[in-house]
């Protein structure tokens, strides 16, 4: 058997002229239902008014329904840790980034807020801006703004302000 006599027959393909039929019963069909609709306007407006104003209102629960509550995402930041008097830590600042951030250290605890680091000389004093990651011990604890250990003194263990003692926001103390 030769190649030629292999090969089937071609089917002839006759493309089909009516596809377009279905396209327009369905816009003809769409055209119908809207033209009834606006004719519910002029000849019965109360049914007209009344279905769009069904329609709003289910569009508005359906925006107004919430998912589930426990599927909230959680908002995390820097935690308060119990701290305890004589122990270790570390200095961190909890809302820096940079690891060249300092942390401020004050004579008096509350008047953090106090302070406009604008001048180059407070910025540049001795022990007030301490490098993060300098231990430290805690020796005592102050209360301010209705929370409990909110400020920490603290007595520097290593680097040139060894010994000092100071107070820092607690948060800062990790």
Known sequence: MSNEENAKPEENVQPQENVTQPVEAATGAVGNMVSSFLSLKESNPKVFFGSLGGVAVLLVLLMTMGGDDGAKPVISGPALKDLAIGQRYVLK???????????????????????????????SSVCQHIAQGTPVSVLEFADAYGKQKTYAKVRIEDGDCKGNEAWALAIDVQ
């Open 93 to 123: 600042s909890a809302n820096a980034y940079d690891v060249a951030a300092t942390v401020r250290l004050v004579a008096t605890p509350g008047t953090i807020a106090a302070y406009d680091d604008t001048e180059e000389k407070d910025r």
